[in-house]
């Protein structure tokens, strides 16, 4: 399969946020029901097409798209950390995004990406990128894990009660 990872620009923002979109709904499907209320709220397509506007702005944040034909198969977006928290040393680059359109998952899309954005940090001379992933995402652990990322730590959580 052939496609190119470059840097997102302006003229990719609709793209991006129809994919965020795309992943907001995987996301609650897998999500369990006590948990995501948030994501189950009808996004505003206008208030996230800002903030990925914003971060396309932002030189702390670098954002790749992958492009076949001129459409965006997927995207990935990280930002750099500049304080060092109790596992690492500052700076690093959290991956706070990486999303690819449902029919080119598990193609090698999501390696290039991940491959490309560590390949930028490396040279911008990070040693470390870190990332969060759900519990119930295997296809994205799996992913990770391929490309040699470990499990840090855990996050646990325990609803008390339900809100209003």
């Known amino acids: 399969m052939n496609f190119l990872i470059r840097f997102a620009n302006y003229n990719d923002l609709d ?3 129809a994919l965020y979109a795309e992943t907001i709904k995987y996301i609650c499907h897998i999500t369990p029901n006590k948990f995501g209320k948030k994501l189950k ?3 505003n397509l206008s208030a996230e097409k800002q903030s990925f506007t914003k971060a396309l702005d932002d030189k702390e944040t670098v954002i790749f798209v992958a492009e076949q034909r001129k459409k965006i198969l997927g995207f990935v977006m990280g930002v750099i950390e500049n304080h060092p928290d109790d596992f690492l040393e500052a700076p690093y680059l959290t991956i706070q995004y990486i999303t690819i ?3 080119f998952r ?5 390696k290039a990406l991940m ?3 560590e390949e930028w940090a490396a040279q911008k001379g990070f040693s470390t990128l870190e990332l969060t992933v759900s519990q119930n995402n295997e296809p994205a652990q799996t992913l ?3 490309l040699g990322y470990s499990p840090l730590e855990i996050r646990m959580v325990k609803k008390l009660t339900e809100c209003a």
């Open 101 to 103: 359109r449902e029919k």
């Open 106 to 110: 598990c193609t090698g899309v999501g």
């Open 115 to 117: 491959e490309k954005t």
């Open 144 to 146: 990770f894990h391929r």
């Open 41 to 43: 709220k009808p996004l």
């Open 15 to 17: 793209s991006i946020v």
